[in-house]
C-alpha cells in the first residue's frame, strides 16, 4: 500500500511537471502577433534557404528551450505624421501635412521581410520600432516632395485624393521590401508659407462678400418690399373695415326710416286694398246689371221678334202652298182637256164615219160644257174680286197688317241697318235707354202702315163706289 502510495503521487508529480514543461514551453502568439521560431528543428520553412524562419499566426508551437528560440512580431498599425516642405512646378513653396497609416504584411514574406529588419526593434508596448516610424517617413517625405514638384499649387489644392493615391503607388515598393503595407494615406493641409493660396482665394472671398452683401441687399429689399406689402394690406383691411362699418351704419339707418316708415306705409297700402275692393265691387255690380238686362230685356225682345218672325214666314208659306196648288190645279186641267182633244183626235181619225152624229152632239155639249165653265170661271173670279173689295173696304186694317206683318222682318232689318256701322254705342240711361233704342228701331213700322192705310185705306173705295170718304184711325204713338 505504501509503495502504491508513493507511486501514485510519483505519476501525480511527474504529470505535474509535464504540465507546467508543457504550458512553459507551448507558444501561441496573440492574434495581432506573429510568432517567428528560429533554432535546429523549427520544422516547416516560411521562405527557403539558409536563415529563414517558421511563422505562426493564429497557431500555437513547442519551442524547445536552448536548441529553439521563439520571437513574436507586432502585427499592430501604425501611424507615421508626414510633414513635407516643396515647392510646386511654379516654384512656389508650399508643404503639405498628412498621415499614414501601415502596418506589417500578413503575407510570410512580408512577415520574414519586417522580421529581418524590425524584429529586435520593436517597442515593448507598442510593437512598432523607431526605425519603422524613421523609415516609413523617409519613403512617403521623398515621394511627396517629386509629386508636389510635378503639380500646381491650384491642383494640390484641388486634387488630395489624387495626391494621395500617387504617393501610396509611388511608395509602393518601398514598402513592400521593409514588409510594410500603408492602410491609409490622408493629405490633411496644405501650407502656404508665402501667402500664395491666401492671395489665390481673396478674389473668390471678394466675390463670396460681394454675392453675400447683394443677397443682404436684396433681402432687406425684399423684406422692405414684405412691410410695404404688409403696410398696405393693413391699410386696405383698415378701409375694408371702414367701409363695411359705414355700411353697417347705413343699413341701420335705412332699416330705422322703415320702421318709422311702416305705419303710414301701411295705412296708404291699407287704403289702397279699399280702393282696390271697391273698384272691384263697382266692376261686378256691372256686369251684374249687365247680365240682368241681358236676361230679362234682350233676351226675352230676341226671342219676341224671333217669334214674329217665325210666324210671318209660315203666313207666307202657307198662302205660296195655297198659289202654287191653285195653278197646278188648273195646269192639271189645261193638260188633262188637251190629252182629250188629242185622244178624241186620234179616235175621230179611225171612227169619222161611226161616230160622225156623236161628234156633233159631243161637240155642241162641249160648248155648252165649256161655256158654263167660263161663265163659272167668271162668276167666280168677280166673286173673288168683289170679296175682296169688300174685304178691303171693311177689314181694310186686317189686310194691311198683314201685309205688314209679312214685310215687318225686312222693315225692320232696313230700320235697324243704320246701326250697322256704329262701333260703340254709349247708352247714358241703362235698360230703358236700350229699350227706347228697340222701339224706334220696330216704329219705323208706323209710317209704312200709315201709307198702306192711305193707299188701300177706305178713302179710295168710297171713292170708287161714291160713298163719303171716312177718317183713318189715329197712329199709334212711336214708342208703342
Known amino acids: 500500500m505504501t509503495v502504491a502510495i508513493i507511486a501514485v503521487a510519483v505519476v501525480l508529480v511527474l504529470l505535474l511537471f509535464v504540465a507546467i514543461a508543457f ?40 519551442v524547445i528551450p536552448v536548441v529553439q528560440r521563439a520571437q513574436y512580431l507586432s502585427l499592430k498599425a501604425d501611424k507615421a505624421i508626414l510633414d513635407v516642405e516643396g515647392v510646386d512646378n511654379q516654384k512656389i513653396p508650399v508643404g503639405v501635412r498628412g498621415v499614414a497609416i501601415f502596418k506589417v504584411g500578413d503575407s510570410d514574406e512580408l512577415i520574414t521581410n519586417a522580421a529581418k529588419r524590425f524584429l529586435n ?43 494621395a493615391q500617387q504617393t501610396r503607388e509611388a511608395s509602393l515598393d518601398e514598402m513592400l ?49 414684405r412691410e410695404q406689402e404688409a403696410a398696405r394690406l393693413r391699410a386696405a383691411a383698415e378701409r375694408d373695415t371702414a367701409v363695411a362699418m359705414a355700411a353697417i351704419e347705413a343699413e341701420k339707418d335705412r332699416a330705422l326710416a322703415q320702421a318709422a316708415q311702416a305705419g303710414p306705409l301701411a295705412d296708404a297700402e291699407a287704403r289702397r286694398q279699399v280702393v282696390v275692393t271697391e273698384t272691384d265691387v263697382a266692376t261686378l255690380e256691372a256686369e251684374r246689371e249687365e247680365k240682368r238686362l241681358d236676361t230679362q230685356v234682350r233676351k226675352p225682345a230676341d226671342a219676341e221678334a224671333y217669334r214674329q218672325r217665325v210666324q210671318a214666314e209660315g ?5 205660296v202652298q195655297l198659289a202654287e196648288a191653285a195653278k197646278t190645279e188648273v195646269q192639271l186641267e189645261a193638260e188633262a182637256d188637251a190629252r182629250r182633244v188629242e185622244l178624241a183626235a186620234l179616235a175621230g181619225a ?19 160644257a165649256e161655256g158654263k165653265a167660263i161663265e163659272a170661271k167668271g162668276v167666280a173670279e168677280a166673286t173673288a174680286i168683289a170679296s175682296r173689295a169688300d174685304a178691303l173696304a171693311n177689314e181694310s186694317e186686317a189686310v194691311i197688317g198683314q201685309l ?19 262701333d260703340n254705342l254709349t247708352v247714358l240711361n241703362g235698360a230703358q235707354g236700350i229699350s227706347e233704342i228697340m222701339n224706334q228701331v220696330i216704329g219705323q213700322a208706323g209710317p209704312a202702315l200709315e201709307i198702306a192705310r192711305q193707299t188701300f185705306g177706305p178713302t179710295t173705295s168710297a171713292k170708287a163706289n161714291g160713298a163719303k170718304p171716312t177718317a183713318p184711325p189715329a197712329r199709334p204713338p212711336t214708342g208703342d
Not at 521593409?178 to 491666401?198: A, N
Open 404 to 422: 205688314l206683318a209679312e214685310k215687318l222682318p225686312e222693315i225692320v232689318a232696313a230700320a235697324a241697318s243704320a246701326y250697322s256701322k256704329v
Open 121 to 163: 526593434d520593436q517597442d515593448a508596448e507598442h510593437g512598432a520600432s523607431s526605425q519603422m516610424h524613421d523609415l516609413v517617413r523617409e519613403v512617403f517625405h521623398g515621394h511627396l516632395r517629386s509629386i508636389i514638384g510635378g503639380l500646381s499649387v491650384e491642383d494640390l489644392i484641388a486634387n488630395r485624393n489624387e495626391l
Open 23 to 62: 504550458k512553459v514551453l507551448y507558444e501561441v502568439p496573440a492574434a495581432d502577433q506573429a510568432l517567428i521560431i528560429t533554432g535546429a528543428g523549427r520544422g516547416g520553412s516560411a521562405s527557403g534557404g539558409p536563415g529563414s524562419y517558421k511563422i505562426l499566426t493564429g497557431d500555437g508551437t513547442l
Open 177 to 225: 521590401k521593409l514588409g510594410l503595407v500603408v492602410d491609409s494615406l490622408q493629405i490633411q493641409e496644405i501650407i502656404d508659407p508665402t501667402g500664395y493660396i491666401r492671395a489665390l482665394g481673396e478674389p473668390r472671398a471678394a466675390a463670396v462678400k460681394m454675392t453675400a452683401r447683394i443677397a443682404q441687399a436684396d433681402a432687406d429689399r425684399e423684406a422692405t418690399e
Open 315 to 319: 203666313q207666307r208659306a202657307a198662302r
Open 350 to 368: 179611225r171612227q169619222i164615219e161611226q161616230i160622225g152624229i156623236a161628234e156633233a152632239k159631243s161637240t155642241e155639249a162641249k160648248g155648252v
